[in-house]
């Protein structure tokens, strides 16, 4: 999708052109209205006027007329000026292309009530988003897919405006990438070929890649992650990416994503209902790869390390078991309760591996980890924790700012008894029934609790769900998130108590 900023003077022929309106709103204080050929105008001013039309949110009107430079008019209604948000703002621009596609409309002409660089930012990411499908398995039809190719904004560009589009382009771009990633199926994307792909990706972007095999991990005595490994016969890796922008003496920021390429549950062997998406338990893992992508590609001055463990979970005669314990990097033992509620154990490592060779200044785990995090907050928000409140008052003012919507939950000591193992030091399920998304998150955070941390629970918004306007499938949950940490980061106004 090619995306261009143009003045009013210049409107050129288009599929469709774009208008949009609050309720009890004349057409002709729309800004740029005296632009537009005088047959749009009529047509517009017409319908909008007619009593039974209504711009109440989240209406859309399609208009033809016969001939002319726009053919098809599009007026979105805005409902009430003042329940007006960026939430609605990220809905509508995702809604245009999502209709665009439905009536395989391949060019946009879009004349905002106004431009300036949030919401221009907020268009260019969220066109890309809404017009990303996963194709890559199907034959293309004779016509080819219905994609829009350009989009034209009517508005007066400045630098700061060109910027925040810049900017917008390339989280969209990024997120879609891991979406793509998470996308791939189970027999497409295991520990070796995510390997690979991380490897020309990290080639790509002039990232640093390292990749640790089973004898490496056996070395380090990361225990944990090689038995959750053992069921499959796909080898493990851990790979390890590192961005390097910031001065050296600068500690980094550690983005852990969880890379298990398909979870079976192992032993506790999961449902049938749900487990073909269980390709996209690695979603932690590919939205910290495309955070790494969009942070080197808007030249974030910050060392950034990337750590993604890759494991299949996997039932067989060599796989780890209830009962089993586990030695985990650090030396704490892991008594399994539930061979499906491996991610935690895998991540155990990765957080020790991460405080052992980096020295982090924060580090934020990103995983699709619970159920119950779906159970507690829906398909809406992911559920973030922290034991640093004012940390994770940030993190929900990151996830409003981003898009990538994220609600807190409690991580109290009081939850400590719901880890606390019989025959390990910890037990990764099976102490309590309640609070399954905090037991998980409290697990974790007996393996960091002398590093800042951020735990992010992407399971309820893994995949998209009806109204977000996006294609089904991953949403790259985390990825835009990560990014707008970064840049906050790099600019100051994250702050670490």
Known sequence: MKITIRPPTTLSKADALVLAFFEKQKPQEHPYWIKLPTDVRKLVSTWVGRKDVTMEWPSTHVLRLVRGRFTTIVVAGLGKRAE????????LDRKIVRLAHEHKWRSLTIMPLRLIPENAGRMAENFILADYDYHAL????PAGWHDVRSVTIIGIANPDIRSAMHRGIVVGEATNMARAMAKAPGSHLNPRIMEAEEQKIAKAEKLTCRVLNEAAMQKLGMGALLGVAKGSTEPPRFIVLEYRRGPAKHKPLVLVGKGVTFDSGGLNLKPSTGMQEMHMDMAGGAAVLGALRGISRLKLPLNVIGLIPAVENMPSGSGFR????????????????????EGRVILADALTYAQKHYEPVLVVDVATLTGAAVVALGQQAMAMFSPDGKLLTQAQEIAEASG?????LPLWDEYAPMVKGTFGDVTNSGKERWGGAIEGA?????FIKKTPWIHLDIA?????????????????????WLIELARRWTDGRLKLT
């Open 322 to 341: 209830p009962g089993d314990v586990l030695k985990s990097m650090s030396g704490t033992t892991i008594e399994v309760g539930n061979t499906d509620a």
């Open 442 to 446: 409290m697990f974790l955070y007996q």
């Open 404 to 408: 990538d919507y994220g609600w807190p």
């Open 84 to 91: 007006w948000n960026d939430r609605r703002d990220r809905l």
């Open 138 to 141: 199907k034959k293309a039809p």
């Open 460 to 480: 309820p918004t893994m995949s998209s769900i009806e109204g977000q306007h996006l294609a089904p499938g991953a949403t790259g949950a985390g990825t835009r």
